[in-house]
């Protein structure tokens, strides 16, 4: 359609099923808009406000939405595939079913949003604010989260194998049954995260803070935990621990260097 709505005053509008593919909807005032199915592939929305906004199974695939206020908005199972959403705030959103995969949200804001099994892999998430989120259950593989913020955040049975964690921020976060594979957590903060059955094997821990984490019946077979603070960590039923790599560890009972060269 390559529509021209350039700070157009839309709020309120009933645009279920509207075709907008390619349209400028910059600046755009689109708070409460029902966006229902609509078709906003490759549209550009950056600066407009979505607040309230319904986007439920909407097409915004490749669109650029860089600085746009979606908070309180519902996109759940809408089709964000390589969108630019960097700096964009979705507080509260409802992004539960979401397919985000390869998108840009480099230091957009997810604070206490509903990301229940969304895909979000290949995304990247660089300072991102994530704090309170629920992605119980979604796919955040081979995502770069370089310095996120996953404060208090729900990742349980979320998928992370293959992730950049360094720096995240991820304390008191649940990551119960989460997978870890191969996970690059170098200098995470995971202090009273719960980490109970997940599954880090061959994961990078170098560095991290996991004083208080509960990591019972994790499997840290090949885990890097170089350097990491354990100190009154709980470790019930641990698998792997005598094929993680401990030098200079600070285990719950003390300094562990069986792997030191």
């Known amino acids: 359609s390559e529509a021209n709505l350039t700070e157009a005053n839309l709020d309120n509008a009933n645009l279920s099923k509207a075709e907008l593919n390619g349209?400028?909807?910059s600046k755009a005032l689109l708070r409460n808009v029902n966006f229902d199915n609509a078709n906003l592939a490759e549209a550009k929305l950056t600066d407009a406000n979505l607040r309230g906004a319904i986007l439920i199974k909407a097409d915004l695939s490749q669109a650029n939405l860089t600085n746009a206020d979606l908070s309180d908005a519902n996109l759940s199972n809408a089709n964000?595939?390589?969108?630019?959403?960097?700096?964009?705030n979705f507080s509260r959103a409802n992004l539960s079913g979401a397919d985000l995969s390869g998108a840009n949200l480099g230091k957009a804001t997810f604070e206490n949003a509903n990301m229940s099994s969304a895909n979000l892999s290949g995304a990247n998430l660089n300072h991102a604010f994530i704090k309170k989120a629920d992605l119980e259950n979604a796919n955040l593989s081979q995502t770069d989260l370089l310095n996120a913020n996953l404060f208090e955040a729900n990742l349980?049975?979320?998928?992370?194998?293959?992730?950049?964690?360094?720096?995240v921020d991820l304390r008191g976060a649940n990551?119960?049954?989460?997978?870890?594979?191969?996970?690059y957590l170098?200098?995470?903060?995971?202090?009273?995260?719960?980490?109970?059955?997940?599954?880090l094997n061959g994961a990078n821990l170098k560095q991290a803070q996991l004083i208080g984490a509960d990591l019972d019946n994790s499997n840290l077979i090949q885990a890097d935990l170089s350097d990491a603070n354990l100190s009154s960590a709980s470790m019930q039923g641990v698998k792997g621990l005598k094929q993680a790599i401990l030098c200079n560890t600070q285990m719950p009972r003390g300094q562990a260097n069986d792997d030191c060269k």
């Open 23 to 25: 349209a400028d909807l």
């Open 80 to 88: 964000l595939r390589g969108a630019d959403l960097s700096h964009t």
């Open 156 to 167: 349980a049975g979320a998928n992370l194998s293959d992730s950049y964690l360094s720096g």
């Open 175 to 183: 990551l119960s049954n989460a997978i870890l594979i191969q996970t």
């Open 186 to 199: 170098h200098k995470a903060d995971l202090r009273g995260a719960n980490l109970s059955d997940a599954d």
